[in-house]
């Protein structure tokens, strides 16, 4: 049982059942199960009101880089915050926006030159959609008015970010008729991540589907303005893991047809696939990138949107063109966000980071592993740190039922147990902070055994 909360937690409690309308959640659950009181976070651990620790095994909806309170990005915070809050970024500039730009640009593609501000992943695809169209339009280009997206896809909520993502999931479908058009291409997982993998017949596979990507873009081309991706692994769609053969082929396929390739590094940058970026393990640049959540080491929202300088040129004119880019938001490039991602991105220049990184991924392995041993589990698998398998019925060797909600409780107990996992659907994923000590991954993997036994 789990631990009883302070009993100042009960009125705290009523005013969130009265007023609060949290994010993704049928609020009727929260009358007969309330949210979850957090009061602290150290290191890859979160604190809870009961007093319980629980290693935040999602990184906080995979922003939390380098652990909770990291006192290099606190004193970031608190020095910025005394200096310069705020200001607008139109018509002005500051120094940890510059210095933001001249961290990050030599650990992005040669290509990228060109940085736009935002708020949060959503905007920062917001942005790239925009700019893409409107460059297309400016050069001459006004019949590309659609969209290329991977099925499977998630790029966040905002009206245009929905409309490139999954169409036939839980949360978009009802937004369909609002939605700009979009054509979606099917890609195959890479059986070569799964730790038992089957490969027969994999390159007759990999084959047929770089064919299809090549008829797609036959079909399509010529209307489409970009194509956008998450590189390597759909996250939001269950962790799905793609051939980076695929992510090249899309490359070329693009030049071809002079599509503009964004692609949407706000989940997997920062180390989480093992490199600072996924498209690296590729070797592929795009036209437009989307950084977000572990830019600031997920302590306050920021986001950017890289372009290329022939992307930024269809931009360039007098007031009087019309061209510029008229797009932004009252935050763009808040000074205080901007000073802690320069923190973060120090901490890659003086701490190993990355080595981490790699070190938690064989862990990853070796937990899911164990965790491959347990006859609810199916198509375990990992990239860099993040690790995932299905969850079935042992007895029929299929998912459970949606409306059994076997995710949502085995993420319940898990809490009880000093774990937070929240599995997609049928997909328990770990994903957690990158200076996670390897053997709590262990730990967690004989934690989630005992539930599945259970």
């Not at 398998?389 to 319940?412: I, K, N």
């Not at 902070?433 to 262990?442: D, I, K, M």
Request: net charge negative; glycine share 10%; aromatic share 8%.
């Amino acid at each position: 049982m789990p631990t009883p909360l302070p009993p100042d937690w009960s009125d705290r409690l009523a005013l969130d059942r009265a007023h609060v309308w949290h994010p993704f959640t049928q609020m009727q659950i929260h009358e007969a199960d309330p949210p979850v009181p957090v009061v602290g976070g150290e290191g890859c651990d979160l604190l809870l009101a009961n007093g319980e620790r629980v290693l935040d095994g999602i990184s906080s909806w995979w922003t939390c880089l380098h652990g909770h309170g990291h006192p290099r990005l606190v004193g970031a915070l608190e020095r910025q915050a005394g200096k310069l809050d705020h200001a607008m970024f139109a018509g002005f500039t500051h120094e940890p926006a510059l210095e933001l730009v001249a961290r990050l640009r030599p650990r992005l593609p040669a290509n990228l030159t060109r940085a736009f501000f935002s708020d949060d992943g959503s905007t920062a695809v917001e942005v790239a959609l925009k700019m893409a169209f409107q460059a297309q339009h400016q050069r001459g280009e006004q019949g590309r008015d659609h969209f290329g997206a991977l099925r499977g896809g998630y790029h966040g909520d905002t009206l245009g970010a929905v409309g490139v993502g999954e169409l036939e999931n839980f949360m978009t479908g009802l937004f369909r008729p609002l939605l700009l058009a979009c054509e979606r291409l099917d890609v195959p997982e890479d059986p070569r991540r799964e730790l038992a993998p089957d490969l027969t017949g994999w390159e007759a596979r990999l084959a047929s589907a770089r064919a299809d990507l090549t008829a797609f873009f036959a079909a399509h081309g010529k209307r489409l303005a970009a194509f956008i991706a998450e590189p390597l692994i759909q996250c939001a769609g269950g962790m799905r893991m793609w051939p980076p053969e695929l992510l090249q082929e899309l490359r070329a396929q693009c030049d071809v047809h002079g599509v503009y390739l964004i692609l949407d590094e706000v989940a997997t940058g920062f180390g989480r696939t093992g490199t600072f970026l996924a498209c690296e393990q590729a070797g592929v640049a795009p036209d437009l990138l989307c950084l977000s959540k572990g830019l600031t080491g997920g302590t306050l929202p920021l986001s950017m949107t890289w372009a290329t300088e022939e992307i930024y040129r269809h931009f360039w004119g007098t007031p009087a063109s019309d061209r510029a880019f008229l797009h932004g938001h009252s935050y763009t490039a808040n000074p205080t966000a901007c000073a802690v991602a320069c923190a973060s991105l120090a901490l890659f220049d003086d701490e190993p980071v990355l080595a981490r990184a790699q070190a938690l991924g064989e862990a990853m392995r070796s937990a899911f592993a164990t965790l491959a041993t347990n006859p609810a589990i199916r198509q375990a698998r990992t990239l860099g740190a993040i690790g995932a398998c299905r969850l079935v019925d042992p007895t029929t060797g299929v998912a459970h039922p949606p409306e059994q909600r076997f995710g949502w409780r085995l993420h319940r107990r898990a809490l009880d147990q000093g774990l937070l996992v929240r599995p997609i659907g049928d997909c328990l994923y770990l994903l957690p902070p990158l200076n996670t000590p390897p053997a709590r991954l262990a730990e967690a993997a004989e934690t989630l055994l005992q539930l599945l036994d259970a």
